[in-house]
Nanobody
C-alpha cells in the first residue's frame, strides 16, 4: 500500500523559511516523477515544482529562485525548501508521485495528505 506522509508546514513570518518533507512507503522515487502542488482558498491549484526520474527540475514562475525541490532516493523522501516566503505562499501544500505521459504534462498518481503553510506577520 502506497502512503505519502508530509511534514514541515507551519506558521512563518514573511521572509522566513520552511522545509517540507514527504516520506513515501510502498513506492520508490527512482521510477516516478514527483511534484509539489499547493492550494489556497479561492485559488486554482498550482504546481510549484516538479522533478523527473533523471532529475530534470522545473518551477512555477511564482516560486522560481525561492523554492528548491530535492529528494533522497535511499529514504524515498521528497523535500521542498522554501525561502523568502511571502503571504501569497500561504496554502496547503501537497506532494505527489506521478508520471509524464507527454512532454509538458504531469499526471499525479499518489497524493500526500497536505500540510498547511501560513505566511503572516
Amino acid at each position: 500500500q502506497v502512503q505519502l506522509v508530509e511534514s514541515g508546514g507551519g506558521l512563518v513570518q514573511p521572509g522566513g523559511s520552511l522545509r517540507l518533507s514527504c516520506a513515501a512507503s510502498g513506492i520508490s522515487l527512482t521510477r516516478y516523477s514527483v511534484a509539489w502542488f499547493r492550494q489556497a482558498p479561492g485559488r486554482q491549484r498550482e504546481r510549484v515544482a516538479i522533478m523527473t526520474p533523471d532529475s530534470s527540475i522545473a518551477y512555477a514562475k511564482s516560486v522560481q529562485g525561492r523554492f528548491t525541490i530535492s529528494r533522497d532516493n535511499a529514504k524515498s523522501t521528497l523535500f521542498l525548501q522554501m525561502n523568502n516566503l511571502k503571504p501569497d505562499d500561504t496554502a496547503v501544500y501537497y506532494c505527489t508521485w506521478g508520471y509524464i505521459p507527454a512532454p509538458g504534462l504531469y499526471e499525479p498518481e499518489y497524493w500526500g495528505q497536505g500540510t498547511q503553510v501560513t505566511v503572516s506577520s
